[in-house]
C-alpha cells in the first residue's frame, strides 16, 4: 500500500465501501449546482420580464380588451373549445396503438385533464403525472401509460415540424426590419423539419409492423395510416391555436404569420423551462410583430389567448379531476375490462 492510500483512507483498497461514500459525497455538489442554475436563470427571466412590464402602458391593453368585438370573442371561444377536442382525441391514437380498450369517455376525459394541466405547470406534471395518475386509476399498467404518453408527445410533435418546416420553407416571416436579418437560414431549417416528417412516414410504410424490446417495453412504429393521422390532428390542432390568437387580433396579421409566430413562440417556452411559457411566449409575439400592429393590441390578445386556451380550460380540468378521484375512491369510476399488454 502506497504512502496516498495510507494518508487517505478513502483509497486504501481494504475500505471499499469507504472509496464508494467517498464517491458519492464528491458528488453531492452537482445537484445543488443545477438547482442553483435553473433559479438563477428564473431569476433572471423574471427581473427581464417585470423590468419590460413597467414600460407597458396596461391601460391602453386594458382598453384593447375592452374593445375586442363580440363575434371576435365568441370566434376564439369556439376555437378553443374545439383545439381541446381535437387534442382530447390523441390519447384515442395511443389506445389504438397499446390496444387497451378503456371506454372513449374515460380517455378523452384523462387526455383534456392532462392537457390542460400540462399546459399551465409543465409537461412533467401535467402531460405525465397526470396521466399515470388517472390512467393506473383505471387499471392500465405502466408500461401501456408509458406507450400513451409517448403517442401523444409523438403526434403533437410531429405536427409541429411538418407546419414549421413549410411555413419556413414557403412562406417564411418577414422580420423586423431592425433585425438585419434574413430568411435563409429559416428556410433551411424548415427543410430539415420537413424531411424528418418525412423519414417518419416512409419509416411507418416500411418498418410499420417491426417490433422492438427497449429496457424491458416492447416499441413498434404505428401503421402508415395512423401516422397520417398523427400528423393531420396535430396539424389542425396547432392551426386551431393560431387562429385564437388570429381572431382577437381581429385579423389585422397575416394568419400564416400569426401561426409562425406561435410555432416559435411555442418552442422557445419549451426551452426556457418557464411554466406554460409565460412572459417568453409574449416576449416572441411582441418581438416579431411588434412593427406589424400595436403593441397594446398585441398584449391584449395574448391575454385574451391565455384566459381562453389555458386559465379557463385549467378550472375545468380541476373541477373533472376531483370528480374523477372521487368516483375512483368510492368504486364508482366505470372503466371496463382495461386489459392491454403491458
Known amino acids: 500500500m502506497n504512502a496516498q492510500a495510507l494518508s487517505n483512507p478513502h483509497l486504501a483498497a481494504g475500505n471499499p465501501e469507504r472509496r464508494k461514500r467517498a464517491r458519492l459525497s464528491d458528488r453531492r455538489w452537482w445537484p445543488w449546482a443545477k438547482r442553483a442554475t435553473t433559479l438563477l436563470f428564473f431569476g433572471a427571466v423574471a427581473a427581464l420580464l417585470w423590468r419590460y412590464a413597467?414600460?407597458?402602458?396596461?391601460?391602453?391593453?386594458?382598453?384593447?380588451?375592452?374593445?375586442?368585438?363580440?363575434?371576435?370573442?365568441?370566434?376564439?371561444?369556439?376555437?378553443?373549445?374545439?383545439?381541446?377536442?381535437?387534442?382530447?382525441?390523441?390519447?384515442l391514437l395511443g389506445r389504438r396503438y397499446t390496444g387497451h380498450n378503456l371506454p372513449t369517455p374515460i380517455v378523452m376525459t384523462i387526455n383534456f385533464i392532462s392537457y390542460a394541466f400540462n399546459l399551465t405547470i409543465g409537461s412533467l406534471v401535467g402531460g405525465v403525472g397526470f396521466r399515470y395518475r388517472l390512467y393506473s386509476q383505471a387499471g392500465l399498467a405502466k408500461g401501456v401509460i408509458t406507450r400513451i404518453v409517448s403517442m401523444s408527445m409523438l403526434t403533437n410533435w410531429l405536427g409541429y415540424k411538418l407546419l414549421a418546416g413549410l411555413l419556413f420553407i414557403f412562406h417564411p416571416l418577414v422580420l423586423p426590419p431592425a433585425w438585419h436579418m434574413g430568411n435563409h437560414g429559416l428556410q433551411w431549417?424548415?427543410?430539415l423539419l420537413v424531411a424528418i416528417s418525412g423519414a417518419y412516414i416512409v419509416a411507418c410504410v416500411r418498418m410499420g409492423d417491426h417490433r422492438w424490446t427497449v429496457r424491458g417495453h416492447e416499441i413498434y412504429l404505428p401503421p402508415w395510416r395512423m401516422a397520417l393521422v398523427q400528423m393531420a390532428v396535430s396539424c389542425i390542432n396547432w392551426m386551431l391555436m393560431a387562429g385564437i390568437v388570429y381572431v382577437l387580433l381581429q385579423q389585422k396579421v397575416a394568419y400564416t404569420d400569426v401561426l409562425t409566430v406561435l410555432l416559435v413562440g411555442a418552442i422557445a417556452g419549451v426551452v426556457a423551462h418557464v411554466p406554460a411559457g409565460l412572459g417568453v411566449f409574449e416576449f416572441v409575439f411582441v418581438a416579431l410583430l411588434s412593427h406589424v400592429v400595436p403593441e397594446s393590441r398585441l398584449l391584449a390578445a395574448l391575454l385574451g389567448y391565455r384566459a381562453l386556451y389555458y386559465i379557463v380550460p385549467t378550472l375545468v380540468a380541476a373541477a373533472m379531476y376531483l370528480v374523477f378521484e372521487l368516483r375512483a375512491k368510492r368504486g364508482t369510476l366505470r372503466t371496463g375490462d382495461a386489459k392491454a399488454a403491458a
Not at 413597467?54 to 391601460?59: E, G
Not at 370566434?75 to 390523441?90: D, K
Open 189 to 191: 431549417v424548415g427543410v
Open 54 to 91: 413597467q414600460h407597458v402602458d396596461w391601460q391602453d391593453v386594458w382598453s384593447s380588451i375592452k374593445d375586442t368585438p363580440r363575434p371576435a370573442l365568441l370566434a376564439a371561444i369556439a376555437l378553443a373549445v374545439a383545439s381541446h377536442l381535437l387534442y382530447s382525441c390523441f390519447d
